[in-house]
């Protein structure tokens, strides 16, 4: 069974860096595409940074040039590095993985709190 489990949140202040991991287990592929998405209380979830299996990556306009995602494949972990945090950062952090040939997003982490003060 698949699963997903992020960490590496926690509270910082602004301007702050935290980064954040997601180790997937019971994969048998290379997922299309892996992602961080974020849920603030009364906000719908949006989508942070992606990459797809060849190594690129998008990101949100509001992350840009502060956020970083990369992924290990030998420890089959996926990484958020987020740096000059701003206090509308702060969310709960979900890591999501696709499929080998679709790109849906499928596959759910429980999630990381990320608290920035100001």
């Known amino acids: 069974q698949v699963q997903l489990v992020e960490s590496g949140g926690g509270s910082v202040q602004a301007g702050g860096s935290l980064r954040l991991s997601c180790v997937a287990s019971?994969?048998?592929?290379?997922?299309?595409?892996m992602g961080w998405f974020r849920q603030a209380p009364g906000n719908e979830r949006e989508g942070v940074a992606h990459?797809?299996?060849?190594?690129?990556?998008s990101y949100a306009d509001s992350v840009k040039g502060r956020f970083t995602i990369s992924k290990d494949n030998a420890k089959n972990t996926l990484y958020l590095q987020m740096n000059s945090l701003k206090p509308e950062d702060t969310a709960e952090y979900y890591c999501a993985a696709s499929g080998r040939w679709s790109c849906e997003y499928n596959d759910w982490g429980q999630g990381t709190q990320v608290t920035v003060s100001s």
């Open positions: 990459i797809d299996s060849v190594g690129t990556t």
């Open positions: 019971g994969y048998t592929y290379t997922s299309c595409r």
